[in-house]
């Protein structure tokens, strides 16, 4: 798997969306904090973000007896840019087959 | 704050014309190098070819394969270009007041590489894309 696919793969869950959204508003928590604040159980929480580590878009910093994931917002351009660059070609190529079929 | 961006691109369109006729443009490779943004080439069959070079960088091409096709509905085809990752078109046509909607929607899929029997040779790369298979 390459890494643009880990990174899509872990962003198509929307479960990680909310943690990562999550921890985007709040900054640096530790799976118990987070899994006190979501739906769900610490040890379901803790394989998300190990997930959302593998992709690149967490980061763990040990404090003390607790691991604190913060965001790290580097691999989203990747997203954005490809988002970006798949979805204007399709803006361009419908508005001509728009133009193309009703202007026959 | 804003949301996260899904990875997976979809538009919506309303044409003033019939849903055949809108087909028609999806499947005759012709018609469908009107609007594709460079030659297309679509065989309209589950398993058939599909290939666009574009104008503006032929070294882009994207080559792949038929997955799925409903006639007069639905077309779903995956492909990539030789330094992508390979991604799943679908296009949907639908009735709809004064026309119909057309759909579109592309997303990055998983992918397998094997050796033989070759299917599509994709250019300059000494191996064979032969069955795309979705995440």
Redesign the interface.
Do not use: K, N, S, Y
């Given at each position: 798997?390459?890494h643009?696919?880990r990174?899509?793969?872990a962003?198509?869950d929307p479960t990680r969306?909310t943690v990562?959204?999550r921890l985007?508003?709040t900054g640096a928590a530790s799976a118990t904090t987070l899994s006190a604040e979501l739906p769900m159980s610490r040890q379901a929480l803790v394989k998300h973000l190990a997930a959302l580590d593998a992709a690149g878009l967490v980061t763990r910093v040990r404090h003390g007896r607790e691991i604190r994931y913060s965001v790290t917002p580097g691999p989203?351009t990747d997203?954005?840019r490809?988002?970006v660059e798949?979805?204007g070609?399709?803006?361009?190529?419908?508005?001509?087959?728009?133009?193309?079929?009703?202007e026959? | 704050m804003s949301r996260l961006p899904e990875p997976t691109i979809e538009r919506s369109i309303h044409i003033d014309a019939d849903a055949a006729s809108v087909w028609e443009h999806l499947v005759v490779g012709e018609l469908a190098s009107l609007w594709m943004g460079g030659v297309m080439v679509i065989e309209p069959r589950t398993g058939g070819a599909v290939t666009l070079v574009p104008e503006s960088d032929p070294d882009e091409t994207l080559v792949g394969l038929v997955e799925e096709i409903v006639p007069g509905e639905t077309l779903t085809w995956t492909w990539r270009a030789s330094d992508r990752d390979p991604t799943q078109v679908t296009i949907a046509v639908s009735p709809a007041r004064d026309g119909c909607l057309l759909t579109v929607t592309e997303r990055i899929v998983e992918y397998q590489i094997l050796e033989a029997p070759p299917l599509i040779q994709m250019p300059g790369e000494p191996w064979i894309l032969r069955v795309c298979v979705a995440a």
């Open positions: 798997m390459t643009e696919q990174l899509f793969a962003l198509g969306r990562l959204q985007t508003e989203l997203v954005v490809w988002v798949v979805g070609a399709w803006d361009e190529r419908l508005a001509r087959l728009r133009d193309v079929i009703e026959a | -």
